[in-house]
């Protein structure tokens, strides 16, 4: 028994020293990439891009359900966006409130004959409207079946562009946004198949008319580490895993897919609870079967605003799911490992995948277990304790620190210096007892997924809109569009 | 590994963790004053920065033409770029005036010859900066100097330049690319030449010609596609040969650009091209045809209307649909060819164009004439008495409402 138990610390050990490595790694990858990026900058003018004639077309898809509040102000700015040639499309996914309604008086919608090619699978379209104020919008008028992905998937039948971009209805996009995230399509058009762009927490900042005005960093303190979180995730995660061309996620909030490819695969997939995740896994498979040469990138100043969050309850039904998507893609994917034709997505990303996100919680959790239980044996090394908490504080801490300073030095976000240091200390205080409840959390997901709980359920929604004007809570708002 | 927690446990676990605790303090510390220490330094660098960029905004034209002494500020490393960023972005709105007014300060005072310099002798990000300078400058003696950093080793450097040469805008750049593209094929993604001589070409695309002739298949096809997007003058006879070329994507640019020849467009070719076994073929010469308002167009579109490719359809009902004067005679024959995809596609242009209550209006204005009865009926209803439409919009039907230009 002792023996067991010493043997499952070690492996615990080796298990967070791997971890690390694989951590740190990405964190200097990153930064190298990083680096590269803004000097690219530097000699790239996007104004030069705006002008141009040649760049695509993109169509913009905008799933919206139950989103009367912030409809308006979301496609305005979408069709405010720095680009030479959008159309954007929204799908009114089976709202219940005054969404359309609110389209069609704003708008000046009208409806059109057929402007549709069900090449992917969705729900039953009622209508098709176009603006007669700005003829770049086109609305979807559906039934809703409770998935974001279905929605999705009508809009692509509309689709006229060779790229589309998924955007979320509650979401900001910058205004140049568009112009930044196609910069590796035009760059390499023909290998470049999906780009996404970096997703940014909202909460707290001021917003003016749809418009952010001012970035502030959330006042309760696990939004400030959601948004320690992102950073770590987008600026070093993402950007790491690009590189190396492993990227198994774009996030359903911002991307930019190509539409060939998308429809190529059947969409987006309905039934599945991480559908981003999932697309970009299918994509992944669709093209490494065909042996195709290709690049799926991240870039990490086109940026899109979003609203983390801001309650535990909502937060942790948020996290359940992330897991159960997770869980839910990796299965459906499993015969992708340790192939030789899907390279190092089947030996590498997929694996790392399954062993340091999807298991991590039941390591830990259980690596728990198995030090409390040692310490109530009376066997437990209190050098080894040590050892181990420091070792896993200390790599984590840097690895947080990194996304932090990679943002100051870089991006800069955040310019109230207070923020800045809010944030530094979030680094800090992150791993307890946050990172022990998001373990349960995911824990929970896991434990759902099996038991076959595979629903939505609501995360409460502030609204787009400053501290001073936000509206009040919209409890009908959608989880499935966050 | 080991050996360093073995040292560190020398020191007691008390005293460890404590030390641990300190040093996590210290490093928060650390990280806070570096970050402070930088953002402070920042601040001041951009206040004096903008006290700078406002007392040269103050003086600016005695800047310009020399009343205050070039040395002045020249020398000065720190007041230089100021003045050198100041005059780039002034080129970017400038008009013809005003840039050559510019291009004569940037001449007068070296700040052209300081760049060109960088351009030949430095490599990497400064040579990169230096080229993307001169572009912006549109300087034609900087087109040597671009065009040497389009031989660059570097991706990024090569792109610069070709952004640069882009901005010059001037048939002596497009000559550079031109030699280079043929000298080592597409070293460069194939949208930023194609932009850059579209740029360049405008004033003689008769320089694409002999390329057009000679160069490889890749290149020659990047050189189909920028030569339909630019006006093409007197070259119907080129255009005519370009027709008749093995090619898919040059007889496709040859259809894109024969509307814009100089002596009318070629209806004949046109007509084959509207035939040709390539869908993007037919596409092409069918939105040429909907861009020429001759009469002998409209037979040529409305056989585009039963094209097996939904694309053309669209295309050519869009083409018809323009042609107001004749639309109800146009809808008549629609009717007539009793196609249904053609129909679709026929009402779908005429209701994003927003004409079908001006449709129905000349109708009813014709309404004794023998069959209007019918238009009317079909007009509303959308579809041929007799024939069931699909219970979905299938593929096949689908025509859309995308604006003209997202060809």
């Known amino acids: 028994m002792i023996d067991l138990l010493s043997a499952a610390n070690h492996a615990l050990f080796v298990y967070y020293l791997v971890c690390n490595l694989v951590y740190l790694t990405t964190l200097l990858v990153a930064l190298q990439t990083t680096a590269r990026h803004q000097q690219n900058l530097k000699s790239f003018r996007l104004e030069w891009l705006k002008e141009s004639r040649l760049v695509p077309p993109i169509t913009l898809l905008v799933p919206a359900h139950n989103e009367e509040k912030s409809i308006r102000v979301a496609v305005q700015n979408l069709l405010n966006l720095d680009y030479p040639e959008i159309e954007v499309i929204v799908i009114n996914d089976g709202s219940t409130d005054c969404t359309l309604e609110e389209l069609v008086d704003e708008f000046r919608l009208t409806p059109v004959r057929a402007v549709y090619v069900p090449q992917v699978p969705c729900a039953h379209v009622h209508a ?14 559906k039934d809703s079946i409770g998935s974001k992905a279905d929605a999705v998937n009508a809009g692509l039948n509309a689709a006229t562009s060779p790229y589309v971009c998924t955007v979320d209805a509650d979401s900001i996009l910058e205004r140049d946004a568009l112009l930044r995230v196609m910069v590796p399509v035009l760059n390499d058009p023909e290998h470049i198949v999906a780009v996404g762009g970096i997703v940014r927490i909202l909460n707290a900042s001021e917003l003016s008319g749809g418009r952010l005005l001012r970035v502030r960093l959330p006042k309760k303190s696990f939004e400030v580490i959601q948004v320690v979180e992102y950073l770590r995730a987008f600026l070093i995660g993402r950007e790491a895993w690009a590189q190396a061309n492993m990227l198994m996620i774009i996030s359903g909030a911002f991307g930019v897919f190509r539409a060939d490819i998308v429809r190529a695969v059947g969409g987006y997939r309905a039934e599945t609870i991480g559908e981003d995740f999932d697309l970009v896994t299918r994509m992944h498979r669709h093209l490494l079967d065909r042996r195709a040469d290709y690049r799926i990138q ?3 100043d086109p940026v899109c605003w979003t609203e983390a969050p801001s309650d535990l309850k909502s937060l942790a039904r948020q996290r359940a799911r992330w897991q159960k998507g997770l869980l839910d893609v990796l299965l459906k994917n499993r015969d992708m490992l340790f192939r030789p034709r899907y390279g190092r997505i089947g030996w590498i990303a997929l694996p790392y995948l399954w062993v340091y996100e999807l298991l991590a919680p039941i390591i830990e959790i259980g690596g728990i277990a198995t030090i409390l239980l040692a310490w109530f044996l009376g066997v437990l090394s209190q050098r080894f304790f040590i050892e181990f908490m420091i070792f896993g504080y200390v790599f984590a801490t840097v690895i947080s620190i990194g996304s932090v300073l990679q943002e100051e030095i870089t991006y800069k976000r955040y310019n109230d210096w207070q923020d800045v240091l809010r944030l530094v200390s979030y680094c800090f205080l992150e791993h307890f007892p946050y990172r022990q409840m998001h373990m349960v959390w995911r ?15 609501a995360l409460k929604r502030q609204g787009m809109g400053s501290a001073q004007e936000r509206p009040p809570l919209n409890p009908s708002s959608n989880p499935m569009h966050d | 590994m080991g050996s360093i927690f073995e ?27 570096f970050i402070l220490l ?27 033409s020399g009343e205050i002494p070039y040395d002045t500020w020249r020398l000065n490393d720190f007041d230089r770029r100021i003045v050198e960023d100041i005059v780039l972005d002034a080129f970017e709105a400038a008009n013809p005036a005003e840039s050559a007014r510019l291009l004569r300060f940037m001449r007068t005072t070296g700040l052209i010859e300081k760049r060109i310099f960088e351009a030949r002798k430095f490599r990497g990000w400064r040579r990169t900066r230096a080229l993307v300078a001169l572009g912006r400058t549109r300087a034609p003696e900087g087109i040597a100097a671009l065009a040497e950093g389009l031989r660059d080793p570097h991706e990024e450097t090569r792109n610069a330049a070709l952004r640069g040469l882009a901005r010059t805008a001037s048939p002596e750049a497009a000559e550079e690319i031109l030699a280079w593209v043929s000298e080592v094929g597409l070293q460069a993604p194939a949208l930023l030449i194609q932009n850059a001589l579209i740029n360049c070409c405008r004033e003689s695309p008769r320089m694409l010609l002999p390329y057009l002739q000679h160069a490889g298949k890749e290149v020659r096809e990047m050189l189909a596609r920028v030569l339909g997007e630019i006006p093409v003058g007197a070259m119907e006879g080129e255009l005519i040969a370009l027709a008749g ?5 040059l007889r496709a640019a040859a259809a894109r650009a024969l509307p814009n020849a100089q002596h009318g467009p070629a209806l004949e070719t046109l007509a084959e091209l509207a035939q040709d076994p390539i869908w993007f073929v037919r596409l092409r010469a069918v939105v040429a045809l909907g861009e020429i308002f001759d009469r002998d167009a409209v037979p040529l579109l409305m056989r585009a209307l039963t094209d097996s490719n939904r694309l053309v ?11 107001k004067l004749e639309m109800s005679a146009i809808f008549a024959k629609v009717v007539a060819a009793a196609d249904r995809y053609g129909l679709h596609a026929y009402l779908a242009a005429l209701e994003n164009a927003g004409l079908k209550r001006e449709l129905e209006t000349e109708l009813r204005r014709r309404g004794s004439q023998r069959g209007v009865g019918h238009l009317l009926t079909v007009l509303s209803a959308g579809k041929l008495s007799g024939v069931e439409e699909p219970a979905k919009p299938s593929a096949d039907a689908a025509t859309s409402a995308v604006p003209a230009s997202r060809r």
Do not use: H
Not at chain 2, 245 to 249: I, R
Not at chain 2, 313 to 323: D, H, K, Q, S, T
């Open chain 2, 7 to 33: 040292k560190l446990w020398a020191l007691g676990p008390a005293g460890f963790v404590l030390k641990i605790i300190v040093g996590a303090v210290i490093a928060d510390g650390l990280l806070l004053a």
């Open chain 1, 298 to 300: 991240f870039v990490p």
């Open chain 2, 313 to 323: 359809r669209m295309r050519a009902a869009e083409g018809l649909v323009n042609r």
């Open chain 1, 443 to 457: 824990l929970q997901g896991l434990w759902q997924y099996m038991r076959g709980d595979v629903t939505w359920k």
């Open chain 2, 245 to 249: 070329d093995d090619l898919p994507e």
């Open chain 1, 128 to 141: 098709l409207y176009r603006s007669s104020v700005d003829p770049r919008l086109l609305v979807i008028d």
């Open chain 2, 38 to 64: 930088r953002r402070t330094y920042r601040k001041q660098y951009f206040d004096r920065r903008d006290r700078r960029v406002y007392d040269f905004r103050q003086k600016w034209d005695a800047l310009l």
